[in-house]
């Protein structure tokens, strides 16, 4: 079954990649140029020295899975090619999973790759000799959860576009979803008085990443494995040809 999800994974990021010719690379480059070069420059040293900064925007990954894993059945069954790929002899997990790897594998590529530069900018900008660097705990930490918040959208992604409409339908049901979810996030800390609010963002600087990462990646596993069991259920070949 390995060699079928991967024929799957390579047709799909195909397709992400070469969605939208020229106009969908470059808008990769100034993807990865945003949060590679221009963001971690604003920040300077403590892009690295503070890993929470970081931290705050591990959640970027997720919305770049959201086209990728709406595309995925609800854009195919507008393009009226999702028959002829649920009529192949490849099994209904390989396709889904495929397809889910596929979102995954383009959010965080895009992510790690944004990472891995930023490092690389900084220590050009702010060069006194000794080189800059994330501890390895805490890279692997960020590199989980990133991982964990990509499967966790594919597979809810999954799950909405196996029953949307279109792909529009299916991008902005996920919209509204992660909107509700982030938004106490969001306006929680403006709700609060200045000085506590500046003691939050204190602590999140200064947070223990490896620590954050393996309990926010214990409840993400769980979620995941929750969403991925969701989506398997939902994934009836039969129901879908008909549809």
């Known amino acids: 079954m390995i060699a ?15 969605e939208g010719g020229g106009r969908g690379k470059l808008n990769l480059l100034i993807l990865v140029g945003v949060f590679g070069v221009f963001i971690p420059l604003q920040s300077g040293r403590a892009w690295i020295e503070q890993p929470g900064m970081v931290l705050m925007w591990s959640w970027v990954p997720v919305f770049l899975v959201i086209n990728v894993i709406a595309d995925a059945f609800a854009g195919e069954r507008e393009r009226h090619t999702l028959e002829t790929l649920l009529a192949s002899r490849l099994s209904d997990r390989a396709i889904l999973f495929g397809k889910m790897a ?5 959010g965080l590529g895009i992510a790690l790759t944004s990472m891995a530069l930023s490092v690389v900018v900084i220590n050009i900008a702010t060069w006194d000799g000794q080189l800059l660097l994330y501890p390895l705990p805490v890279a692997l930490g960020l590199a989980v959860l990133m991982l964990l918040g990509c499967t966790l959208m594919a597979s809810l992604g999954a799950v ?7 792909m529009k339908q299916a991008a902005q049901t996920l919209m509204v979803v992660i909107l509700i979810a982030f938004l ?4 929680g800390p403006m709700l609060l008085p200045e000085q506590l609010r500046m003691q939050v963002f204190t602590a999140i600087m200064n947070a223990d990443i490896a620590a954050i990462a393996l309990i926010a990646g214990a409840i993400l596993f769980v ?11 939902r994934f009836k070949r039969a129901r879908l040809i008909l549809d």
């Not at 079928?4 to 070469?18: R, S």
């Not at 596929?102 to 383009?106: F, G, H, L, T």
């Not at 106490?184 to 306006?187: D, Q, V």
């Open 102 to 106: 596929a979102a995954v594998a383009y």
């Open 184 to 187: 106490p996030l969001s306006l």
């Open 4 to 18: 079928d999800v991967l024929t799957v994974l390579k047709k799909e990021l195909k397709e992400a990649l070469g």
């Open 223 to 233: 979620v995941d494995v929750l969403l991925i069991a969701a989506a398997l259920a």
């Open 160 to 166: 909405v576009s196996l029953r949307a409409a279109s």
